[in-house]
C-alpha cells in the first residue's frame, strides 16, 4: 500500500503541519481524527486496514489530516469567538492547502469526507459551510452541536460553525442546492448519547429537503471496532 506523510508550514495557521496520504488513486477522502486527534489516528486504529481492500484496488485514497482542536474548540481558557477564529483558520489551512494538494496528487474530482466522533462533526460542518466541496459525506457517532462542547454563546462566528443550529435558519437558495447535490451518511448507535443530536440534524436537513441516510446502530456503537464496521458498510454508498 502506498503511504506517504506530509509536512509544511501552514500559512494558515502559522506552525507546521501534517498529514498522511494512503493509496494511490480513486476517489480522494479527507478524513479527520475524533477530538484533538492526530492524523496517524486511523492508521493505529486499524481503520487504514480495514479499507485495504479498496486502498490497494486503488478504488480510495485516504487523506488523514491533523486537528487543532486542543488550539479551538477545546482550548477552554479561550472565548468562544477566540475558538471559532481558530477553527476559522483550520477551515482555510484546508481549504487553501490541503485541498489542492490532494488535487496535485489525485485527479480525480470525486471527494469524500469522513471522521467519527468530533472528526464526523468536521466533515458535516465542512461540507455544509461550504457547499459543492464534497460529493460524499459520512458521520461516524457524531456530535454537531457545538453547545455542548463550549456552552452557550453569542458570537456570530461560533453559531456559523454550528450545523445543529445553523442550519435551521439556513435559507440560500445557491447554498441549499449545493448541499443536496452532497452524498450525507450519518450513522449512530441507538444507545450512543449523542443520537438525539443526530435526530435532530436529520429533521433539519429534511426539513430543507436535504436527502440523506441517518442509520440507528444496535448498541452503544461509539468505539473503533464499530467504525471500522461502519466505514467498510458506508465507503462504497452501500447502506
Known amino acids: 500500500m502506498n503511504r506517504e506523510h506530509h509536512r509544511w508550514y501552514s500559512p494558515s495557521l502559522s506552525r507546521d503541519m501534517e498529514l498522511l496520504v494512503f493509496g494511490h488513486s480513486g476517489a480522494r477522502m479527507l478524513v479527520f481524527p475524533t477530538s484533538q486527534g492526530r492524523f496517524y489516528e ?16 486503488g478504488w480510495i485514497q485516504l487523506f488523514c489530516v491533523d486537528s487543532v482542536d486542543a488550539e479551538s474548540w477545546y482550548a477552554r481558557w479561550k472565548s468562544p469567538a477566540e475558538r471559532a477564529a481558530r477553527h476559522n483558520e483550520y477551515e482555510r489551512y484546508l481549504l487553501s492547502e490541503v485541498l489542492p494538494l490532494t488535487s496535485q496528487r489525485n485527479s480525480n474530482p470525486f471527494l469524500m469526507l469522513a471522521g467519527a466522533s468530533f472528526g464526523a462533526y468536521h466533515a458535516l460542518n465542512f461540507s455544509l459551510r461550504y457547499p459543492g466541496v464534497a460529493d460524499r459525506v459520512i458521520g461516524l457517532s457524531g456530535l454537531y452541536d457545538i453547545k455542548q462542547i463550549i456552552g452557550d454563546y453569542s458570537a456570530e462566528s461560533v453559531y456559523r460553525n454550528d450545523p445543529s443550529h445553523f442550519m435551521i435558519h439556513e435559507s440560500n437558495r445557491g447554498r441549499l442546492e449545493g448541499i443536496r447535490q452532497t452524498e450525507i451518511i450519518l450513522a449512530i448507535g441507538q444507545d450512543d448519547p449523542n ?5 435532530h440534524i436529520s429533521s433539519v436537513l429534511w426539513s430543507k429537503d436535504v436527502w440523506h441516510a441517518l442509520r440507528i446502530w444496535d448498541g452503544w456503537a461509539h468505539d473503533w471496532p464499530y467504525w471500522r464496521q461502519m466505514i467498510r458498510t458506508y465507503i462504497g454508498g452501500s447502506d
Open 195 to 199: 443520537r438525539q443530536d443526530n435526530e
Open 42 to 57: 486511523w492508521e493505529d486504529r486499524g481503520m487504514i486496514e480495514a479499507l485495504g481492500e479498496q486502498v490497494e484496488n
